[in-house]
Nanobody, 129 residues
Framework: VQLAHSGGGLVQPGGSLRLSCAAS????????IGWFRQAPGKEREGVAC????????YYADSVKGRFTISRPTGENTAYLQMNILSAADTAVYYC???????????????????????WGEGAQVTVST
């Protein structure tokens, strides 16, 4: 199983970026997908999740209304669209997956890193002038 990131980089405050997480060795349709981030000196933080079956989405309060997670049909890739970025969003971003967890469990534990079994290598996002 491999999860390959792309789309990170440097962006000015107020700008947008889209992160991609391309999977190989698994069919993402059967997996819940989480996006996490980790800033220097801070713990890894769950920012968004999309469930396996129904595509239910979950977001951290800090990104609601600005970030959108998606998993388009027919693509074995997940995306995190990030808008209205600020310096507080600077971090390494990771995607992670877990095979079809029970919906009730995912609703409670989606933001916990221990919920997920496979992780990408991370992509740096820097928001700065």
């Amino acid at each position: 199983v491999q999860l390959a990131h792309s789309g990170g980089g440097l962006v000015q405050p107020g700008g947008s970026l889209r992160l991609s997480c391309a999977a190989s060795g698994v069919a993402l349709d059967y997996y819940a997908i989480g996006w996490f981030r980790q800033a220097p000196g801070k713990e890894r933080e769950g920012v968004a999740c999309i469930s396996a079956r129904h595509g239910n989405t979950y977001y951290a309060d800090s990104v609601k209304g600005r970030f959108t997670i998606s998993r388009p049909t027919g693509e074995n890739t997940a995306y995190l669209q990030m808008n209205i970025l600020s310096a507080a969003d600077t971090a390494v971003y990771y995607c992670a997956i877990v095979l079809a967890p029970p919906p009730v469990r995912l609703a409670v534990l989606w933001a916990s890193p221990s919920t997920y079994h496979y992780w990408g290598e991370g992509a740096q996002v820097t928001v700065s002038t």
